[in-house]
C-alpha cells in the first residue's frame, strides 16, 4: 500500500492501519493493485466509442498510431470522451433535480413530503412568470411550479428559464455562442449523438456542444435541484454542526447518510426524532441514534439540520472501519460498490435504496415518494435492531472532531450582510451589494469558489486546505461545496476564528459580518448557489460576471459531475483551476482550446495546476488583473 499521499491526513493513517488489522481492503490496496495506470487512457486516447475498436492512437503526437479505424485523430477522440464525460455528469446532477421535482409534485400540506420554504416558492414561480405566484392556494402552485420545472428537461422549444438570471451582458454571450441550454434532457441526447461512431469530428464544435450541455447542468438541473429543494425542505441558514469521524458515538445507534439525493434523509433524519425509536435504542442499550452524513446528502443535511459531517468522499471506507455503524443508508452517486463488502468485515448493514443505484452486496429497500417515511422507519428500526451485534474490540473511532458554521445559502449570505448594513448605512437592503462593495473598494482582493472531490492521486485534502488557507491569507474571501467543503470544516476554516488565518481585509470583513472567511454553500448541485452569487453582485455593477476578480477552483476533482461543473463554471465566464489535469492532454489542439483560445469566445479558460502553491500564485496574478482591467 502506497501510504506517502496519505501523509497529510493523521485520521487516515490510523484508520488504515486499523483496516488492516481487521483484515479489511480498502481503496488503497486497490489503488495498488491497478499498479501504473494507462498512459493513453489518461491522455484520453482510447476511443471504444465503436465495435472496431478499441482504438489507441498515440498520446505523443508523431509517435504511433495517429488515426483510429474509422479515421478519428487524437483531437476528436479526447473531445468526444471529454464530451462524454459532461453529458454523464450533467446527467446525474439533472435526474437528481428531477426526483427532487417528482418528490415537490407529490406534496400534501399532510406531508411528509411538503412545502416548508414558501415565500421562496413563490418567489420562483413568480420569477417563471405564473400568474397568481402571490395568491394561488401554496399546494396548487407548488404542483403547477413542479409541472413547469419537469418541462424543462424536456421542452421542445427554448432555453433554460434561470439563463435570464446572468446579466444581459452574459446572456448576450450565450447567445452569441450558441452555448444557452436548452431542455436538459435534449442537450444530454444531442452531445451523445454528436459524439456517435461516424458523428462530428471537429473538435472545437464537439467543446461547444459539450459546454452547451455543462450549460444545462448548472444553469438547469443544479439549479432546478437547489432551488426546489430549499422550496421542499427549506433555505440554509446559518448554524453550527461538527465534522470528521469523531462524530461517531460509541454510546448511540450510528447511522451514515450517504449519497446525493435529500429526498430519503430527509425522511430519515424526521423519522429518527420519534421517541418510539429512541426508547427503542435505548432498550437495546444505546443512548440514542446519532445520523451522521457523507458527501453530498451529508452536506444537503448539515446546511439545513446541522446533521454532523463524519467526513467527505474518501472517508466512506473508514466510517465503516470504526466499527461503530450500524447502518449505511445510501441513494446514488459517490458510492463506493466497495462497501457492503467492507460493512460485512464489521456488524454494519448496507442499504442501498434508489433503483437507479442498485448497489449488489446486502440490502435494498426501494425509496419512492409515496413511501419515503415507511422506508426511513423501516431503516431505523434495521439499524437500532442492529446495535447489539456491535463487536466492542473492533470499536476505534479516531478521536478527532471539529465544530464548524454552515448553511451559507445566498440568502443567508445577504440575511448576514443586511445586519451590518442596517445599522451602518443607509445602502438597499436584501442585496449584495455590500459584497460588491468590499471587493471594488479592495479591502477584499476577489473571491473564489473551491469545489469537488477527493482524488487518490493527491495528497487528501491537502490540496483543497492548502489553496483555501493561501487565499484567504491573501484576503480572498472563499466560499465551498461538496468535499472541499467538508474538507475544509475538518481544517477547522469553517469557524469564526479563521479569521486570524486571514489577511487584515478579509479579517476585518469576518468581524463585521460575523462570518467564516471560508462559506459553507452546501453540496455540489448547489455550486449553482455560487452561481447565482456571483451574477448578483455582477448585476450590482452591470457588468459580465466574467469581468470580476472570481475563481472557480477544483483542486481534487475525480468525477464526471466535476467536468460538467468546470464547463458551466467557464460558460459563465469564471476562469476554472483544475488541480487534476483531466484526460486531454493527447490532444494539444483541444488542450489549446480549453485553455487559451476558449477565452477569446468565452471570456474564461481553464488552468491546469497540479501544485497548489503555484495555483494560489496563478490565481492572485489572475485577480488582480481583474481588478486592473475594472480599474479597483
Ligand atoms: Ni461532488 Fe458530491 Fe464529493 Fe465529488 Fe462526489 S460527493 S456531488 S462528486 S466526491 S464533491
Ligand atoms: Fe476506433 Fe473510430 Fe470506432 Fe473509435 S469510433 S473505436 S476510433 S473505429
Redesign the pocket.
Known amino acids: 500500500m502506497s501510504n506517502e499521499i496519505l501523509n497529510y491526513d493523521k485520521v487516515a493513517e490510523a484508520s488504515l492501519a486499523k483496516a488492516k488489522r481487521d483484515g479489511a481492503e480498502t481503496m488503497w490496496d486497490r489503488k495498488a493493485a491497478q499498479k501504473t495506470q494507462c498512459g493513453f487512457g489518461e491522455a484520453g486516447v482510447c476511443?471504444?466509442?465503436?465495435?472496431?475498436?478499441?482504438?489507441r492512437?498515440s498520446p505523443v503526437p508523431g509517435k504511433g498510431a495517429e488515426?483510429?479505424?474509422?479515421?478519428?485523430n487524437a483531437d476528436?477522440?479526447v473531445a468526444?470522451n471529454f464530451a462524454r464525460m459532461i453529458a454523464g455528469g450533467a446527467s446525474a446532477h439533472s435526474d437528481h433535480a428531477r426526483d427532487i421535482v417528482h418528490a415537490m409534485h407529490a406534496t400534501k400540506a399532510e406531508g411528509p413530503f411538503k412545502i416548508r420554504d414558501e415565500a421562496k416558492l413563490r418567489r420562483i414561480s413568480a420569477e417563471w412568470g405564473i400568474e397568481g405566484a402571490d395568491t394561488k392556494e401554496t399546494y396548487a402552485l407548488a404542483h403547477e411550479l413542479a409541472e413547469m420545472a419537469l418541462g424543462e428537461f424536456g421542452k421542445p422549444f427554448g432555453t433554460q428559464r434561470f439563463l435570464k438570471r446572468a446579466p444581459q451582458a452574459r446572456q448576450d454571450v450565450w447567445e452569441r455562442e450558441d452555448i444557452a441550454p436548452r431542455a436538459i434532457d435534449m442537450e444530454v441526447t444531442t452531445l451523445m449523438h454528436s459524439t456517435h461512431?461516424?458523428c462530428a469530428s471537429d473538435y472545437e464544435s464537439i467543446f461547444r456542444r459539450g459546454m452547451r450541455t455543462g450549460m444545462a447542468d448548472g444553469w438547469g438541473g443544479s439549479m432546478i435541484g437547489t432551488e426546489f429543494s430549499d422550496i421542499l425542505y427549506g433555505t440554509p441558514t446559518a448554524k453550527a454542526s461538527s465534522s470528521n469521524l469523531g462524530v461517531i458515538d460509541k454510546d448511540q445507534v450510528n447511522i451514515l447518510i450517504h449519497g446525493h439525493d435529500p429526498n430519503l434523509a430527509e425522511m430519515i433524519v424526521l423519522a429518527a426524532e420519534n421517541p418510539e425509536f429512541i426508547e427503542m435504542a435505548k432498550a437495546k442499550g444505546a443512548k440514542g441514534i446519532n445520523i451522521v452524513g457523507m458527501c453530498c446528502t451529508g452536506n444537503e443535511m448539515t446546511m439545513r439540520h446541522g446533521i454532523k459531517i463524519a467526513g467527505n468522499f474518501y472517508q466512506q471506507e473508514m466510517c465503516i472501519i470504526t466499527g461503530a455503524i450500524e447502518a449505511v443508508v445510501v441513494d446514488v452517486q459517490c458510492i463506493f460498490p466497495a462497501l457492503p463488502a467492507l460493512a460485512k468485515k464489521y456488524h454494519t448493514r448496507f442499504i442501498s435504496t434508489s433503483e437507479k443505484a442498485k448497489i449488489a452486496g446486502d440490502m435494498f429497500i426501494k425509496f419512492s415518494e409515496a413511501t419515503g417515511l415507511d422506508n426511513a422507519n423501516e431503516i431505523i428500526k434495521i439499524a437500532v435492531e442492529n446495535f447489539p451485534n456491535r463487536d466492542a474490540s473492533k470499536v476505534e473511532i479516531p478521536d478527532i472532531k471539529q465544530d464548524t458554521l454552515v448553511g451559507y445559502s445566498v440568502e443567508a449570505i445577504i440575511d448576514h450582510l443586511d445586519k451590518v448594513v442596517n445599522t451602518n448605512t443607509s445602502d438597499a437592503m436584501g442585496t449584495v451589494k455590500p459584497l460588491t462593495d468590499v471587493i471594488y473598494a479592495g479591502v477584499i482582493r476577489g473571491a473564489a469558489g473551491v469545489v469537488g472531490c477527493n482524488n487518490p492521486k493527491v495528497e487528501h485534502d491537502y490540496a483543497h486546505v492548502t489553496v483555501l488557507k493561501e487565499l484567504i491569507k491573501r484576503d480572498v474571501i472563499c466560499v465551498v461545496t461538496g468535499c472541499a467543503a467538508q474538507a475544509a470544516a475538518k481544517a477547522g476554516l469553517l469557524t469564526l476564528e479563521a479569521k486570524e488565518m486571514c489577511g487584515r481585509g478579509l479579517k476585518e470583513v469576518c468581524e463585521r459580518v460575523n462570518i467564516p472567511p471560508v462559506l459553507h454553500m452546501g453540496s455540489c448541485v448547489d455550486i449553482s448557489r455560487i452561481l447565482h452569487l456571483v451574477n448578483l453582485c455582477a448585476d450590482v455593477k452591470g457588468i459580465d460576471p466574467a469581468l470580476l476578480p472570481v475563481v472557480g477552483i477544483a483542486p481534487e476533482w475525480m468525477s464526471e459531475k466535476a467536468v460538467a461543473i468546470a464547463n458551466y463554471v467557464v460558460g459563465s465566464g469564471i476562469n476554472t483551476y483544475l488541480g487534476i489535469i483531466p484526460q486531454v492532454l493527447g490532444s494539444p489542439n483541444f488542450t489549446k482550446l480549453m485553455t487559451e483560445d476558449c477565452q477569446e469566445f468565452l471570456g474564461a479558460h481553464f488552468v491546469f495546476e497540479k501544485d497548489p502553491l503555484v495555483m494560489v500564485d496563478k490565481i492572485m496574478v489572475d485577480l488582480e488583473d481583474k481588478r486592473t482591467a475594472l480599474g479597483i
Not at 47 to 55: D, F, Q, S, T, V
Not at 67 to 72: D, L, P, V
Open positions: 476511443c471504444r466509442i465503436c465495435a472496431m475498436g478499441p482504438c492512437v488515426r483510429g479505424i474509422c479515421g478519428a476528436t477522440i468526444r461512431m461516424g
